[in-house]
Every structure is written in structure tokens, then in C-alpha cells.
């Protein structure tokens, strides 16, 4: 699955990486390399950020599956203990 920036998005973070280069490095960079390396940076590490969010949304459904019987539980054959308080 290839990992796509809506356009805004990557506008911004070229203008991000442009404002670091200027910022931080002795030499700026212009707009077609910043968005070289942001496509280098998409494709080279955007599958691990991507595979471990995958991975943190996984676990916290498996923690959510595991949790909902506790929210959800209804108790069987209670009728007479409810009756029993009703006395």
C-alpha cells in the first residue's frame, strides 16, 4: 500500500522541511529538494511509522475487545435476587 499525502499536507511539510534547512543547516534548501526528500523519507520510513500505528490501533482494540464483556455483562437468572430485594 503505497503511503500518499493529501496535497495541503504535503505542501506544508515541504515548507516545514524548508524552514528546518533554513533554520538549522548552513545551507537552505529549495522546494524541489525538500519534496524529494520528503517523497525519500514517505517511502524509506513512512511503512514503519505506518506499520507501527497499524500495530498501536490493533492492540488497543484487542485491550477494547477484552474489556467490553465487563461493560456489556449482564447478570443470568437474576430474577429471584431481585425478588429476594424486593421483600
Same mark, same amino acid.
Given at each position: 500500500m503505497a503511503i500518499e499525502l493529501d496535497k495541503g499536507i504535503r505542501k @506544508?511539510?515541504?515548507e516545514?522541511?524548508?524552514r528546518y534547512f533554513a533554520t538549522h543547516m548552513e545551507?537552505?534548501?529549495?522546494n524541489l529538494?525538500?519534496?524529494? &526528500? &520528503?517523497?525519500?523519507?514517505?517511502?524509506?520510513?513512512?511503512?514503519?511509522?505506518y506499520n507501527k500505528a497499524v500495530q498501536d490501533v490493533q492492540?488497543? &482494540?484487542?485491550?477494547r475487545i477484552m474489556e467490553i464483556d &465487563?461493560?456489556?455483562?449482564e447478570? @443470568?437468572?437474576g430474577y429471584w435476587q431481585k425478588y429476594?430485594?424486593?421483600?
Open positions: @506544508e511539510a515541504i516545514s522541511i524548508e545551507e537552505p534548501i529549495g529538494q525538500a519534496d524529494a &526528500l &520528503l517523497g525519500f523519507f514517505i517511502d524509506e520510513i513512512g511503512p514503519s511509522i492492540e488497543r &482494540l484487542q485491550q &465487563l461493560e456489556v455483562h447478570e @443470568e437468572f429476594k430485594r424486593r421483600r
